[in-house]
């Protein structure tokens, strides 16, 4: 990919996640038992602690970097991190919610990271490593800002196909409201394959890479619109603008093809998420 093509994809990137941020930040917090769900295993395998100093990746609506602020405690520090300002926004709201003094927030590009060398403990991406165009450039961006001994830890879907909800609303949009941009719908997913995410890391020079996986049928209510949430967050501006006809019709889509998954009085939806984390050589 040449430079003007990347650079060009980077702001068809920026404006399709501006575009999603208004989606983001509604949601945060009725998704933050899920997100804490998530984002546990991911702290786990990097080993988060007091006193850390942490990067956090395509930082989003907030998550993981708002709950590692809590971690590495007044001692520690978090810098947030995002291409999109529109999501930024949503965890620069949060965090001063909360009244989280040890957490900081820059616009920047994973490619070309604006900080010195060896200034973190740990990287941490929760979601976002799938949408860098040049993976293993952004991934020895990591290597070279982490301390040696330090680890960066990311975190991605599985294949489309093992994540129910994306999948389904995905069918029902483009039913309705006819094609969409699906390389960038179906970008979410293109590291889920086994071996994928755990070769990028030792290609890029990672050493001690660990693997983890969860793939898990997840009880979801049978009696409420829980797709909406996925629909604002995925679709963004589409979504919000859509006429009341079509918002009715996808939903109606998305009901009929949930009924595969229906048990009893709720539906069991499959999951599947892949971590990775790896050491930088002391």
């Known amino acids: 990919m040449s430079r003007d093509t990347t650079e060009a994809f980077k702001e068809r990137q920026r404006a399709a996640w501006n575009d999603r941020g208004i989606g983001w930040n509604k949601r945060a917090e009725e998704m933050a038992e899920m997100a804490r769900r998530l984002n ?94 040049d993976k293993l450039k952004a991934l020895r961006e990591c290597l070279r800002v982490l301390k040696p001994g330090g680890r960066a830890g990311f975190m991605v879907w599985g294949p489309l196909a093992d994540n129910a909800v994306f999948q389904i609303n995905m069918a029902a949009v483009l039913e309705v409201m006819g094609p969409q941009d699906e390389t960038f719908l179906e970008m979410p997913f ?72 229906r048990e009893g009085d709720h539906y069991r939806l499959p999951v599947h998420v892949r971590y990775a984390a790896g050491t930088k050589a002391a």
């Open 190 to 261: 293109i590291l889920g394959q086994p071996g994928t995410l755990v070769g990028l890391l030792e290609q890029a020079g990672f050493a001690a890479v660990e693997e983890q996986v969860i793939q898990a049928r997840r009880k979801a209510p049978g009696d409420q619109p829980f797709w909406r949430t996925n629909l604002d967050m995925s679709f963004g501006k589409l979504w919000m603008e859509a006429s009341a006809a079509e918002r009715e019709a996808v939903e109606a889509a998305v009901v009929r093809r949930l009924q595969e998954y």
């Open 40 to 133: 546990e295993p991911l702290l786990e395998l990097v080993g988060i602690a007091q006193g850390q100093r942490v990067l956090d990746l395509a930082s989003g609506a907030g998550e993981p970097a708002l709950t590692i602020a809590e971690m590495v405690g007044e001692t520690g520090h978090v810098t947030a991190t995002d291409l999109a300002e529109g999501m930024l926004a949503g965890a620069k709201r949060r965090a001063a919610d909360r009244r989280t003094g040890n957490i900081g927030f820059e616009i920047a590009d994973a490619e070309s990271l604006p900080f010195p060398d060896a200034g973190f403990d740990r990287v941490t991406c929760r979601f976002g490593l799938m949408f860098f165009p």
